[in-house]
């Protein structure tokens, strides 16, 4: 499983396979490991000593006794360029299991200032760029294609948004008010309430 994400149908260079091999090992089976790192490796530098790190990162992970199924995810997020973490943080203003129109989202995070204008591209276009280094990354999930094969929805795992509540908070970045997180009051920049809170 963690082979055919990071190379698809390509063989995996030969100086890599043995810390591939510690790497699967270091999952121990969980999915959610072997898609995260598997998300994670797939674009980043296919040296030996990267991915000695991210094994040694792995490893650390799921043998944390607090917390593991946090940990798995947050190693995603601290692989992420820091260009993309505003955009990943932002993803959980939406409630849990909410699907997220592309068009929408990508309009959020030009108006909140999160993208570098990129020559010959348009803020929208970056945008679109940004959302697919996170789904390559598998914080984001595809839920809905359009005709033409576009991304037209999203949502995140739940997970996935525990964790960006839960980092969004410690960056004093975002603060979430639902019935499932109780936080002090507001400091964040950002404040998203979520209905549900009155009628619990």
Known sequence: MLREKVFGGECCPPELEEIGKEIAENCKGLPLALVVIGGLLYKAKRTKDYWKHVAQDVNSAVTTTDDEFIEIPSLSYNHLPHRLRACF??????PEDYEVQISKLTKLWVAA???????????????????EILIDRNPSLVREHSYNGEIKTCSIHDLMRDLCIRKAQEEKFLQVMDSGVRSPPYVEPRVSIHSDIWGS
């Open 113 to 131: 200032g999160f993208l570098k204008p990129v020559s010959l591209k348009s803020l929208e276009e970056v945008a679109k760029e940004y959302l």
């Open 89 to 94: 943080l932002y993803m959980g203003i939406f």
